[in-house]
Each structure stands twice: as structure tokens, then as C-alpha cells.
């Protein structure tokens, strides 16, 4: 079995892995970083998104032998210093989860989304999260997440 | 109200975890020597199962068993039990066959399970599993609800016309009287699409056999852990309850599907004693798609009487309702009980009479899912009462008016007895919202942009916060509906809540501590609420219905009651009181009339040094607990409107605005309460456009992923404009009505009734996707140069 | 996902041996489809060949009134290139409507004309913008090179390096999505450059990307949306599933190529 390593949340990983295991497995079963979740089979949900080399993917459409040599950043690594990163502050302050479960995809899509477009409107966030599948909220309090994190990340309040 | 107490907005205490990555769900969960199954499911709809040669499986490497339905049998493992007993109007029994959890003879559904491989990894299980070699000989299927009946296919021997029951409910003659008196009747013929859950954590299960001890552990995502525990125990055999835990940790959306017990999580517990190795499935979204209990899936054909003031007289309803291949753990419930009872919507019809037939198909199984039977009710009675005011020239608001409830108490023909509410109020509120006036000015601005604007109502009701035990029990349920509380206080004062009601996405951290900072006047980051665990919490009944709040909290406040009752003594010994003369209020306890005081710690800590109680008189201590059962099911209503513009060139449906005024008597935490209508109205809009499980003729479900199954995304949705009017609950202490399924309930016949407005002519079916939309415009179209 | 044995060569010359000297081997570039195929075990190659270690494979210029595009190039990287927001401005808009901001990191242009699905939006843009794939061994027009769908000119061992696209004077592409998948369940490309108009049509065809040159030489007349009032398609040819009728695509195609004539 081929050994990976890359660096996960600023920390230098590796492991053997199958030439088959997804970067999700590796990161959910070989390193037990859980809150990056799996929510279908056909990469759609978006509830796996990490970051890798700083942009947004689906850890679930990656072979984790692809990502040799690479910067990984999951949910785990979101937070620095103990502080919450503004994005996740906003999820919980507009109530933009409920289960849980898409949360970890949503924050990551949604901090890449801010890296790229700054302070977007409602309507482009809507667009932006076309990858991003929630079945409980309606969307409506992430879109206003979003939207409030987005203004902090770029030095408003 | 206090800061974090009834009524105020506070963030979620558990959200933390869920943004950090920090949350349990039951797929992060291992176990020492774990090992993993796979399921092998059917590909057919329906097919003997000739045999299974599990050598090729055998020997991949890293498999290590293979189990069919032969070794459950063996075993004296019991099959799935349907439990709601509904009763045929000529009085015969329903006919549920038996539902094994492996086949035994037969598969009824493609994805039907055949057998379960167990291996070191889930890679090898999966291997093994796409080599075990079963022979099946292949029957014609059944999908179609409106065949099942007549079709030459039997899916169970047991079932002639694959019928399990024809129900009826209301009054015949008196029907039959008020349509011989009408002076308008309106017919209507609707199909209530079958749905897909789609929680987004996919069913998961872990399964731990400890031969010390002779018990097992399940880890599981389920919405009721302790009912799990009980069907698994009384009804499948699989332990003893007592050495049986079940666990239900973090759960990522039910929506009624993880309510069911179902053959996966039965199996892992079970195999993990054959193994002696924990055993862990997780669904694939591709398995979640076909073995998930679906939802919904009728078709009925209506009629309203009416008189010439358009006064409602009497409501004939037929519903065919498919129960798939067997007849899920609350599935026959749903089409009766819990649909035909709510038939009288918001409105005093003095006479109806329903009839329900359920059939058996070669489908997924059928069952609960988010509102289970109102949101068809609602469908049915908000449609109808639309298209009656179209077809008389009434203004629909006015209708609505004119035959809406107005005195409480109100008992319908169909059981319920209305306690409280005011449709008119949130009916005049959601007018002024979305600014019904100005329609007619938005619609041909809409019409200059080549633009069909529509606008559609639903004043929507729902009976909640299942219910009295003694009324569901009477009306044919397997178990009583209470909840159970027990309040623990610490001797520092900090307290522990068990709850038998289970969170996957509700917030009961956060609204069921705010209830114990508001009485016992600590704040809420003093509270744990602790939920889930068969070994923690004593029993429970869990989470659906919209229940956790009218029973759920209800049972935690009965338990405040005698905690404070407690702590009152205990003070009343401390300060050389009469209990009588102790009173509590925000945290103090005084002595009426004097300034002696002692605060909330203080107490509880001597409630356990005991050192200034008299022990014979009071027990130290400070734990109490209560079953609590509700005098009657809660009545949540409310009017939704939505506004719809359509694309002609198309087909396309944009949601321009949607408002909800909703009723859901006290409110906890409006935050919350909020994002439960979002999500609600979200599966709604999502019945009402783009969702659709669709099989073909051979039963292969065609929408069985992401791809072809439309769940709505962000950009399919607006933002919602949602008020509350408020009537309180008279059958609860806390006045709660319940607010988790108002949303889906409402939702479909405002968009399809925005839509039909739209149009101009009803008809069009949900989903009304684009194509169905554009066919429908242009049959008009063709219909109108016809003329 | 099958077991397979994996790859990374550095240079296209070492991944075009890897995949001769490799019966049942697949190219991995981006991953967005290959990846989910290989989950759902829908295929089985016995070699993953990972384009991603080749340099040079994503450059993305204007060379005289030719539109370069490396085939390694992302969709995100074609969508936010000043290079081809100013040269093709119809061909950044519909790679910014790609599937999602993740697939869009991922995905690339040559792996989309490669895999060639009926329902990709790429294969619409090189037919009807008259693109050139050019592969380690020839160049190949994109009238010739799509032929079916999932079926392309390339040969075993052959690897697309470019596209090239000769720059039009006007250009549009308007998507229908499927309201589930999302992909196009109709998508029109037109462009006009000089006197020559294409019309190329996705998400359509039960033979994949066709050009439809009724259109075309309607809107030769006159580029104009009116010009089309009145053409139909023929449905004998379109796809239809539970989304679409193939009678509803065709009357999309209508719908959408007036839409993109009227933007281009």
C-alpha cells in the first residue's frame, strides 16, 4: 500500500492507505477527524468539503494518494487559538444549523466562497451553494450566516 | 422573561460542537475488533429468492461471515411488526404479513435485503458482497398505487387485491344527505407524490455483543432509542430489554425516518454476538434512497358540497394509500388516523365521511414522514375549498372565512376536538404580510415581463403533540404516547434533565434548558440535557408528531413542579418555616412576610449535607421525576401564502414570496421555532416542485440519487417571511402547540394553489416540475384556440 | 470503489507509455465524474494514470486570435481568466456554470471533452466555437472528434494536451438545468465569427453535442433571436427521461437558443 503525507490543520500527516481510499476516508478513519461527514454517493451534498492548497473540494471526490504532498484544512482546523473562526461565530449567532450534519461542508464552502468574493449578495450565496445540500433549515438562516460572516471576514461587524 | 428563559431568542448551546467538527454522530463511533456489514439487497422488485451460495463471497479476502434470513430463523429472530392496528369497515383485521429482516422466500422491493456480509473493512465487505452469488427467479411487480388493487401481482399470499385494509371514518348517510342538499359540489382528483426523506446523515448503526455480561449496545440514529430498544426486545427477540442499550448520540435529521426499527440495526446487534466482533453498517445515500422509509404516496378523489353562499355542507374523500412492500412500525396509522381525522381542516363541515384503502406494492415500504398524513389532509381540503372558490366566484379568502371554526371547543366529525385557535387572525395577518391588495398591480406587472403571477393559500391544521395514551390507544396504536422527565439537581445546583424525547436537529439543549433557567432562575449554561441513552434515561417515546415540546417539556415541567416542591421543604426546614409560607421566585427562597432568604445552591447543597433537615420528615435529596400525558392532541394552524411567477417559454416556477403566520401557542425559543418553519416550508416547496420518487414498470426506483431526485437546493428557495399569532394551548401546562411539521404540512397546496392561480385551470399534479408546468400551459393554450 | 494500481507521471510522454503499456487503464484529471463512477463500481480500471503531476498541462493564453486552454486547465481557472473574459467572455460564463464552486476547483476542460457526457456543457462550447483538440499525437477538429455519447476520436493512448479556439465575434451559451442533476438538460452554444454561425446543442441528444444547422443558417440571414421564430426540432432524435420529454427538449432548444442569441 502506497504512504501518503500531506499537512492537516498545520499539522504533518501521513499514512498507508489503499490507491482506492478517498481523502475523506483517510482523514475520517486514519487521522479520526470526524467532523468532516459523508452524506451521499454521487458528490453532490457537499457535506465533505474541505479545503485543499486553500480551495474548496469534496474530500469524497479525491483519491487521498492525490493529495500527497498537499495542504489540508478541515472543520477541525477552522478554529484558531481556540477562538472561532468569524464564519462559524455567524452559523451560531443566524442559527444556520440544526442536526448538524451538512454544517461542517456549509462552513468550509461558505469561508471559501467569502476568500473568493468578498461580501456577496443573497443571491449570489444562493448560487455559490449549489454544491452545499441541507435538508433542514431551508437555507435561509445559512444564506444569513453567510452573509454576516462574510461582512466580519472583510472587516466589518 | 429572563435572558435565556421562555420566550427568548438564545443561541444554541449544542451548536458548538456542531461547528467545530466536534459533534458524535453514530458513523464517527468505533469499537475495539470492530468489524463491517454489507448489505446485499435485492435488484429486483419482486422475486423468489431460489438460493444463496455465499462460497464466492467466502472467500474475498477479509470476509468473515455471510447471514441470510435462513440463520435469523434459526436463531428464532422475529420479523418487523406494524404497530398501528387498523380495523376494515366490515370489521375484519388489517393483514400485515410477516416482514423479515433478511428475505425468507421472497423479496418484495429492489433493495429489499437478502443478506448481510460481515468483513474486516468496509471495502472487503462490499467486495464480498458484490461476489455473493444469489439465484432469484423474477415476478412481474407492482409499483402503481391506483393498480395495486386490480393488478394480476400478489405481493403477499395473505393479501388478496394487495389490499391490508379498507378503512372508514366519519358519517355516510349524513354525507350522502348534505351532497342531496348542495347547491355546488366540488370534485377534485389529486395524487400526493412519494417522497424521499433524505436526512442528511445516512442511517448508521454499530452493534456490540459483551459475553460477560450477556448484553449488547447498539449505537444508532434513531429519533426514539427506548421504543428501538422495545421492538427489538418484545417483538424481533434480539435480548432482553435490560441487557439491551441503546444509544441514539448526535443524529443528523429524521424527519420520521429514523423512528422505525428497521432490518439494519436489527441485524448489526444480533450479528455481533454470531461474530463476536462489534459490527458497524453505514448506509450509502444510493441504500438510504431505497431502503429509508418513504413518505406519502396517495391518490384521492374528493368532493365538497356546498350551499349557494358557499357554505361548506359536506366532504366525501377515497384515498388509495401504498404501504410498499410491507407495512412499516407506524405506516398504517398514517394514512387514517393521523389523515382523516384533520379532513375537516379549519372549517365547520358539519358532515364527512372518508374511506382509505392500503395497498401493498413493490415498492420501499411507506411510512411517517415530516406531518404523516396531515400534510395529505391539508392537501386534499385546502386544494378542494381553492378550486370550489374559483369555481364560484368567491374571493378564496372569503370562503375560507366564511366557513372557518369560530367557537372553541370544536368537535369535527372526524374525532378531533378542536381546543384553540383563531384561523381568522392568521388568515388577516398573512393577507396583510404579503400584501394581498396589492396583487392584482403585482400580477400585471408580472404579465408585462411575460411573466403568469399566481397567489395561493393554505390555512393549514394539524393535530400534534402526540397525545393522550388513552386515545391513541382506543384508536388502535401499539403504545402509549406520554413523555417521560426526570430533573436531577447537584448539590452545587447545577441540574441534569433526562428526557425521554430525542434532538436530531431540534435544539432541545437549548429550549429544554431555557424552560429550567426560567423556573428555577439559573441560567441555562448551569443545565445538561441529557437524551438518548436507554442507560441514562429511564423511558421514553421520542421525537415526531411535533411532540417534544407539549409532552416532551411538559413532562420535564411536572418534574420541576415537584422539584421545587422539594427544595421548598428542604428550605422551609433550613429557614424554620412552614413550607406553606416558602415561596421561590428567581432563584430565592423566602419566608413570606420576612427578609430571610436562602438562594438556589444553598439549598440544594443542604438538600444533600442534610445537615439542617429533619431526615424523618423529608428524605435528603434533590431528584424528581414525572410521566406526563397530555389531555388531548395540540392544534398548531395557520395560513401560508405563497406567490409564484412562471416562465411560459419554459415551465419554469419561481417562488416570489412566500409569507407564514403560524399558531403555535407558547413560544420556547423563536429562533428556533423560526428555522423549524424554514425547513418545514423548504420540504414542502420541495413536494410541491421538484421532489418525486419515481419507479419504473419493472419497480427499479429511477429516482434513486442526487441526480435524479430534486432536492431543493439554495437557489430554488427565497427567503421566507414568516409572523405568529398566538392562541394558547389549553392541553398542556406550558400552553405549547408544536411547530417541527407546520411547514410541510402547509407548504405544498399554497405553492400548487399559487400555481393554479397562475395558470388559470387546476390542472397540473406535484411535483409540478418545469416540464409538467410548460405542458400545462400549452394544453390550455391549445384548449383555449379550441374553442 | 475497486482496487486499482495508481500513477503519477510528470510528463505526458510518460503518461501516454503508462497508458499503452496498460490494457485497462483510465486517465484521472479532474476526477468529478471518473471519481463517482469508480464509488458507484460502475467501472473498473485496473490503472489510475493521475494527470495532475504534469506540468504545464493548464496554461491558459491568447496567441493572435487563438484561445489556448491547457486541458488540465479548471473549470474555476477558465471561469476567472482575464484572458478569456476578454477573448471569450461566453466561454468563462459557462465554465462559471459548471457544476458547483467545488466541482469547478476540480474539474477540467480536457476531462469534461474527453469524457464527452451528453449532458456536459463543454462539449456545446468546442462545437460550436469550432475548437481544435489537440492531443499528444494530432490534432483533431471538433466536428470530428465527438461521435456518440461518451464516444470521442481519441484513440487508445492518446491524451488531450489544449483546446484552441479561434476567438467569434459574438458568442453565448444559455443552460437549462436539470432540477435535480443540475447538468444541462438542454444547453445552446451559438457564436458567429466572420460569416460562419454555429449552433451547438447539449443535454439533448441521444447521440450527445450535435449542431443544428437550421438554426444556423436562419440566424446567417439575420443574427438576430427573431430569426429563429418558427423553427422547431425534430424530437425523433432527443433524449427523454422522467425530467424531459424528449418533445419538451425540443421545444427547450428553441427557447434557449433565442435566449443565447439574444446575449451572445
Known amino acids: 500500500m502506497p504512504t501518503v503525507a500531506m499537512t492537516v490543520n498545520a499539522k504533518s500527516v501521513s499514512g498507508e492507505v489503499e490507491t482506492r481510499t478517498l481523502l475523506v476516508e483517510f482523514v475520517r478513519d486514519q487521522l479520526r477527524l470526524t467532523g468532516t461527514h459523508v452524506g451521499c454517493d454521487t458528490s453532490q451534498c457537499g457535506a465533505c468539503v474541505v479545503h485543499v492548497d486553500g480551495r474548496a473540494v469534496k474530500s469524497c471526490t479525491m483519491l487521498a494518494v492525490q493529495c500527497d504532498g498537499a495542504s489540508v484544512t478541515t472543520i477541525e482546523g477552522l478554529a484558531a487559538n481556540g477562538e472561532l473562526h468569524p464564519m462559524q461565530a455567524a452559523f451560531r449567532e443566524h442559527h444556520g444549523l440544526q442536526c448538524g450534519f451538512c454544517t461542517p461542508g456549509m462552513i468550509m464552502s461558505a469561508v471559501d466562497i467569502v476568500n473568493r468574493l468578498g461580501v456577496p449578495s443573497e443571491e449570489t450565496i444562493r448560487e455559490e451553494l449549489e454544491g452545499n445540500i441541507c435538508r433542514c433549515t431551508g437555507y435561509h438562516n445559512i444564506v444569513k450566516a453567510i452573509g454576516a460572516g462574510a461582512r466580519v471576514m472583510n472587516g466589518g461587524t | ?787 | 470503489m475497486y482496487a486499482f494500481d495508481y500513477h503519477r507521471p510528470s510528463s505526458v510522454r510518460q503518461a501516454a507509455n503508462m497508458l499503452k503499456s496498460n490494457g485497462e487503464a483510465k486517465l484521472l484529471a479532474g476526477g468529478q465524474t471518473l471519481i463517482p463512477t469508480l464509488k458507484q463500481r460502475l467501472a473498473a480500471p485496473e490503472v489510475l494514470i493521475d494527470l495532475n503531476g504534469v506540468e504545464g498541462l493548464d496554461v491558459i493564453e491568447l496567441k493572435g486570435r487563438t484561445l489556448h486552454v491547457g486541458a488540465m486547465a479548471r473549470h474555476a481557472d477558465v471561469a476567472n481568466s482575464e484572458v478569456v473574459k476578454e477573448a471569450i467572455p461566453a466561454l468563462a460564463a459557462l465554465a462559471e456554470g459548471i457544476g458547483d464552486p467545488h466541482v469547478r476547483h476540480c474539474g477540467t476542460i480536457g476531462g469534461s471533452v474527453a469524457n464527452n457526457d451528453p449532458a456536459a456543457d463543454y462539449p456545446a462550447a468546442l462545437l460550436a466555437l469550432g475548437a481544435t483538440i489537440h492531443t499528444n499525437e494530432r490534432k483533431i477538429g471538433a466536428d470530428e472528434f465527438f461521435t456518440g455519447m461518451f464516444e470521442t476520436a481519441l484513440e487508445d493512448g492518446e491524451i488531450i494536451t489544449k483546446i484552441t479556439f479561434p476567438v467569434p465575434r459574438r458568442a453565448a451559451y444559455s443552460k437549462f438545468p436539470n432540477p435535480a442533476s443540475r447538468y444541462a438538460l438542454v444547453g445552446v452554444f451559438v457564436s458567429k465569427r466572420g460569416s460562419e454561425i454555429r449552433v451547438a446543442v447539449t443535454g439533448a441528444g441521444a447521440d450527445g453535442v450535435f449542431r443544428l444547422p437550421g438554426f444556423e443558417d436562419a440566424l446567417s440571414k439575420r443574427f438576430a433571436a427573431k430569426s429563429l421564430d418558427g423553427l422547431t426540432v425534430d424530437a425523433d432524435d432527443l433524449n427523454g427521461d422522467i425530467h424531459a420529454s424528449a418533445e419538451y427538449r425540443a421545444h427547450l432548444i428553441g427557447v434557449m437558443a433565442k435566449r443565447a442569441v439574444a446575449a451572445a
Request: proline share 5%.
Open chain 2, 1 to 787: 422573561m429572563t435572558a435565556t428563559g421562555i420566550g427568548a431568542a438564545v443561541p444554541r448551546k449544542e451548536d458548538k460542537r456542531f461547528i467545530t467538527g466536534a459533534g458524535h454522530y453514530t458513523d464517527d463511533m468505533n469499537r475495539p475488533g470492530q468489524a463491517y456489514a454489507y448489505f446485499v439487497r435485492s435488484p429486483y422488485a419482486h422475486a423468489w429468492v431460489k438460493g444463496i451460495d455465499a462460497r464466492s463471497a467466502l472467500a474475498v479476502d477479509g470476509v468473515l461471515s455471510v447471514l441470510t434470513g435462513e440463520n435469523l430463523a434459526a436463531d428464532s429472530i422475529g420479523g418487523l411488526p406494524a404497530g398501528w392496528a387498523i380495523t376494515s369497515k366490515d370489521g375484519s383485521p388489517m393483514v400485515t404479513p410477516p416482514h423479515p429482516c433478511l428475505a425468507q422466500g421472497k423479496v418484495r422491493y429492489v433493495g429489499d435485503p437478502v443478506a448481510v456480509v460481515i468483513a474486516e473493512t468496509q471495502k472487503a465487505a462490499r467486495d464480498g458482497g458484490d461476489a455473493l452469488s444469489v439465484d432469484y427467479e423474477i415476478l412481474d411487480a407492482v409499483t402503481e398505487t391506483g393498480q395495486a388493487q386490480t393488478a394480476s401481482v400478489r405481493v403477499h399470499d395473505e393479501a388478496p387485491r394487495n389490499t391490508a385494509f379498507e378503512w372508514e371514518i366519519g358519517d355516510k348517510a349524513a354525507t350522502d344527505a348534505a351532497f342531496a342538499a348542495a347547491k355546488h359540489v366540488t370534485t377534485i382528483d389529486i395524487v400526493n407524490n412519494r417522497l424521499v426523506p433524505n436526512a442528511i446523515e445516512p442511517r448508521a448503526a454499530l452493534g456490540e455483543f459483551d459475553p460477560g455480561t450477556d448484553s449488547f449496545t447498539l449505537y444508532t440514529t434513531s429519533q426514539n432509542p427506548h421504543v428501538a430498544r422495545l421492538v427489538m426486545s418484545a417483538f424481533l427477540n434480539i435480548a432482553p430489554e435490560h441487557k439491551l442499550r441503546v444509544i441514539a448520540p448526535d443524529v443528523g435529521g429524521g424527519f420520521g425516518s429514523k423512528i422505525y426499527v428497521y432490518p439494519e440495526e436489527t441485524v448489526c446487534v444480533w450479528a455481533s454476538r454470531k461474530v463476536g466482533r462489534p459490527v458497524k453498517w453505514t448506509a450509502e445515500r444510493s441504500e438510504s434512497f431505497l431502503s429509508d422509509a418513504h413518505g406519502r404516496d396517495h391518490i384521492t378523489h374528493a368532493e365538497l358540497a356546498l350551499d349557494e353562499r358557499g357554505k361548506f355542507l359536506g366532504f366525501r374523500v377515497k384515498t388509495v394509500a401504498n404501504l410498499g412492500g410491507y407495512a412499516s412500525l407506524f405506516a398504517t396509522g398514517v394514512p387514517t388516523y393521523l389523515y382523516a381525522t384533520l379532513l375537516s381542516g379549519q372549517y365547520d363541515i358539519p358532515a364527512i365521511h372518508a374511506e382509505v384503502d392500503a395497498v401493498y406494492t413493490n415498492t420501499t415500504p411507506v411510512d411517517a414522514y415530516r406531518g404523516a398524513g396531515r400534510p395529505e389532509a391539508t392537501f386534499v381540503i385546502e386544494r378542494i375549498v381553492e378550486v370550489a372558490a374559483r369555481e364560484m366566484g368567491v374571493d378564496p379568502a372569503t370562503l375560507r372565512k366564511r366557513n372557518f371554526v369560530k367557537k372553541f371547543p370544536h368537535q369535527t366529525p372526524v374525532i378531533m376536538l378542536y381546543d384553540a385557535g383563531d384561523y381568522g387572525a392568521s388568515l388577516a395577518k398573512a393577507m396583510e404580510l404579503i400584501d394581498y391588495k396589492g396583487f392584482a398591480k403585482r400580477r400585471r406587472k408580472s404579465a408585462k415581463n411575460g411573466k403568469l403571477r399566481g397567489i395561493g393559500f393554505s390555512t393549514y391544521i394539524e393535530a400534534c403533540g402526540i397525545a393522550p395514551s388513552q386515545a391513541v390507544g382506543s384508536l388502535g396504536a401499539g403504545v402509549g404516547l406520554w413523555e417521560s422527565a426526570e430533573v436531577r439537581v447537584n448539590p452545587t445546583g447545577n441540574v441534569e434533565v433526562l428526557t425521554g424525547s430525542h434532538s436530531h436537529g431540534q435544539g432541545h439543549e437549548t429550549t429544554f434548558a431555557q424552560l429550567v433557567s426560567d423556573r428555577l432562575g439559573i441560567p441555562i449554561d448551569q443545565v445538561e440535557i441529557v437524551h438518548g441513552d436507554t442507560d441514562k434515561v429511564q423511558f421514553g417515546m421520542g421525537t415526531y408528531g411535533s411532540r417534544s415540546g407539549a409532552v416532551g417539556m411538559s413532562a420535564i415541567d411536572r418534574a420541576l413542579d415537584k422539584v421545587i416542591d422539594k427544595a421548598k421543604k428542604v428550605a422551609s426546614h433550613l429557614m424554620e418555616a412552614d413550607p406553606g409560607d416558602i415561596e421561590f421566585k428567581e432563584g430565592s427562597f423566602t419566608v413570606a412576610g420576612t427578609d430571610k432568604s436562602m438562594a438556589w445552591a444553598e439549598v440544594s447543597l443542604n438538600a444533600y449535607t442534610a445537615h439542617g433537615i429533619s431526615t424523618a420528615e423529608l428524605e435528603p435529596g434533590l431528584k424528581e421525576g414525572a410521566f406526563y400525558d397530555p389531555t388531548n392532541f395540540t392544534f398548531p394552524a395557520g395560513c401560508h401564502i405563497c406567490e409564484v411567477e412562471i416562465d411560459e417559454d419554459t415551465g419554469v416556477t419561481e417562488i416570489v414570496d412566500y409569507v407564514a403566520v403560524d399558531d403555535f401557542g407558547t413560544v420556547i425559543n423563536p429562533m428556533i421555532v423560526e428555522g423549524q418553519v424554514h425547513g418545514g416550508v423548504a420540504q414542502g416547496v420541495g413536494q410541491a416542485l421538484i421532489e418525486n420518487a419515481v419507479y419504473d414498470e419493472s419497480g427499479q426506483l429511477v429516482s434513486g440519487s442526487y441526480m435524479d431526485y430534486g432536492m431543493p437546493r439554495a437557489d430554488d428557495l427565497p427567503s421566507f417571511r414568516l409572523g405568529f399569532t398566538m392562541t394558547e394551548c389549553p392541553s398542556n401546562p406550558l400552553g405549547i402547540k408544536g411547530c417541527g411539521e407546520a411547514g410541510a404540512i402547509a407548504a405544498p397546496a399554497a405553492v400548487i394553489n399559487a400555481i393554479t392561480d397562475a395558470l388559470g385551470h387546476e390542472d397540473i399534479s406535484m411535483p409540478a416540475t418545469p416540464q409538467k408546468v410548460w405542458q400545462a400551459v400549452r394544453s390550455h393554450r391549445f384548449a383555449e384556440a379550441a374553442e
